[in-house]
């Protein structure tokens, strides 16, 4: 079976800080995908980004930043220079074989950042 | 950037009634999806659908669920009998393209309470 497992349900940081969001997943699919979804205020699941299983490669994209690793089944999520509009609640998600398109979510983790 | 809408954004009924969840889709998409929060829980995959058929359904959408997609833009869930279990977010999501990994664009959801 696939599971999503984020251990942090709730983070409060001051802006500027960085904060990792910390994301496990079990499956014993070989190919499956990995995302992040932000849910902002406004309820809406907005996408992140996402990786498959064959590319290991940590992505950055402006303040966020991604690290992918196998060998402990985690696909971390860091928020460099945190801004008062990363305040949402994020969602690690995964999809394989086994369970064809569908996502499998984790129970996701309120970040507030504070002034 | 195309959205996917969801109406309305609240629905509260009584337990034993029927309820109809909307949904627009981005227009452009062949592929839609139910998924549900229930408050302090992870987002479950209810149903997706394409080409007027349900693809895939999880255990959670048992007969008193329904999706249709009654004219070219609307793609709506049914509940025939609302129970207090119920009560949940209810969201929304279309992609282009079918198979594991592809990306889902997601509605701001219905909030869902069974009185």
């Known amino acids: 079976a696939q599971k999503v497992t984020q251990a942090q349900t709730e983070i409060s940081v001051v802006e500027k800080e960085d904060v990792t969001l910390d994301c496990v997943y079990e499956?014993?699919?070989?190919?499956?995908?990995l995302f992040w979804y932000k849910q902002p205020p406004s309820g809406e699941l907005v996408f992140l980004i996402r990786?498959?299983?064959?590319?290991?490669q940590n992505e950055i994209s402006g303040r966020y930043s991604w690290n992918f690793q196998k060998s402990t089944s985690s696909f971390n999520f860091t928020i460099t220079a945190s801004q008062v509009v990363d305040s949402a609640v994020y969602f690690c998600?995964?999809?394989?074989?086994?369970?064809?398109?569908?996502?499998?979510f984790g129970k996701g983790m309120k970040l507030t950042v504070n002034p | 950037e195309p959205e996917v809408t969801q109406t309305p954004s609240h629905q509260v009924t009584q337990m034993g009634q029927e309820v109809i969840l909307r949904c627009v889709p981005i227009s452009n998409h062949l592929y839609f999806y139910w998924y549900r929060q229930i408050l302090g829980q992870k987002v479950e995959f209810l149903v997706s659908f394409y080409n007027n058929e349900i693809s895939e359904k999880s255990e959670i959408f048992d007969d008193q669920f329904s999706v249709e997609r009654p004219d070219g833009s609307n793609f709506t869930l049914k509940i025939r009998s609302t129970k207090l279990e119920d009560s949940a977010m209810y969201f929304c999501?279309?992609?282009?393209?079918w198979g594991i990994g592809e990306k889902l664009f997601f509605g701001s959801g219905t909030q869902l309470s069974v009185l």
């Open positions: 499956t014993r699919d070989t190919t499956y995908y």
């Open positions: 998600a995964l999809s394989g074989q086994g369970g064809s398109e569908k996502l499998v």
């Open positions: 990786r498959n299983s064959f590319d290991e």
């Open positions: 999501a279309s992609s282009d393209r």
